[in-house]
T-cell receptor, first 114, second 115 residues
Framework: DGGITQSPKYLFRKEGQNVTLSCEQN?????MYWYRQDPGQGLRLIYY???????QKGDIAEGYSVSREKKESFPLTVTSAQKNPTAFYLC?????????????FGPGTRLTVL | AQKVTQAQTEISVVEKEDVTLDCVYE???????LFWYKQPPSGELVFLIR??????QNEISGRYSWNFQKSTSSFNFTITASQVVDSAVYFC????????????FGSGTQLTVLP
C-alpha cells in the first residue's frame, strides 16, 4: 500500500538533547514537508523539499534541521536550540510540490520534552 | 498576506443533525486553492476536497457538501445527517498559485457528534 509513514508515534526527549523524527513515503512524490501542530492551532510549516538534496525553510525553521538524501525520506531533527519543542509533528508529501498539488499527510509523531 | 479563519472553535451536535463548518479566507491573489482536511483522534490529516479559485460550483460527495462563494471569501463545509464517526477536528487551508511552499491553515473546528 502506498502511503507516508512516520516513526516513532510517541517520542520523549530530555532537555538539551537532539532527536530525529523519521518520515518515509512510497508514493513516488517529489515534494515533502514538515509541519508542527500545537494544541488548538492549525499547522505551521517548518521545512519543505521539492527535490533531493534541496530544501527550504518554512515559517518556523529555527531550532530544526532536515536532510533529503533520498526521494523517499525526509528526516527532521529537533535540536536543543528549539525552545519549545513539545508538539505534534506531521510530515506530508505532494507529487511535484506545486500549489495545484494536494498534500497528503502521515500519521504524525507526538514529541514531549521532559 | 494570507489568512484563514475558522471562527467556530467547537461544535456539538446530536447524531443525524446537519452541521455547517465555516471557513473565511483572505488573500490578494486571484489564483488560489482551498482545501478541507479531517483530523480524527488518531491524528492523521485526511484530505477531503480541493477547490480552485475559478471554480465556484458547489460540490457534493455523499453526506458532505461544500459551498464556495468568492463574493464573501468563504468556503463552508456541511455534513448532512451527521454520524458519531464524523467527530474530528476539521481544518480549512489555503495555498496561492506560485507558492510551492505551504498551506495556510485555519485553527480548526472540533466537531463532536453525540449519539
Amino acid at each position: 500500500d502506498g502511503g507516508i509513514t512516520q516513526s516513532p508515534k510517541y517520542l520523549f526527549r530530555k532537555e538539551g538533547q537532539n532527536v530525529t523524527l523519521s518520515c518515509e513515503q512510497n508514493l513516488n512524490h517529489d515534494a515533502m514537508y514538515w509541519y508542527r501542530q500545537d494544541p488548538g492551532q492549525g499547522l505551521r510549516l517548518i521545512y519543505y523539499s521539492q527535490i533531493v538534496n534541496d530544501f527550504q525553510k518554512g515559517d518556523i525553521a529555527e531550532g530544526y534541521s532536515v536532510s533529503r538524501e533520498k526521494k523517499e525520506s525526509f528526516p527532521l531533527t529537533v535540536t536543543s536550540a528549539q525552545k519549545n519543542p513539545t508538539a505534534f509533528y506531521l510530515c506530508a508529501s505532494s507529487i511535484r510540490g506545486f500549489s495545484t498539488d494536494t498534500q497528503y499527510f502521515g500519521p504524525g509523531t507526538r514529541l514531549t520534552v521532559l | 498576506a494570507q489568512k484563514v479563519t475558522q471562527a467556530q472553535t467547537e461544535i456539538s451536535v446530536v447524531e443525524k443533525e446537519d452541521v455547517t463548518l465555516d471557513c473565511v479566507y483572505e488573500t490578494r491573489d486571484t489564483t488560489y486553492y482551498l482545501f478541507w482536511y479531517k483530523q480524527p483522534p488518531s491524528g492523521e490529516l485526511v484530505f477531503l476536497i480541493r477547490r480552485n479559485s475559478f471554480d465556484e460550483q458547489n460540490e457534493i460527495s455523499g453526506r458532505y457538501s461544500w459551498n464556495f462563494q468568492k463574493s464573501t471569501s468563504s468556503f463552508n463545509f456541511t455534513i448532512t445527517a451527521s454520524q458519531v464517526v464524523d467527530s474530528a477536528v476539521y481544518f480549512c487551508a489555503l495555498i496561492f498559485s506560485g507558492s510551492a511552499r505551504q498551506l495556510t491553515f485555519g485553527s480548526g473546528t472540533q466537531l463532536t457528534v453525540l449519539p
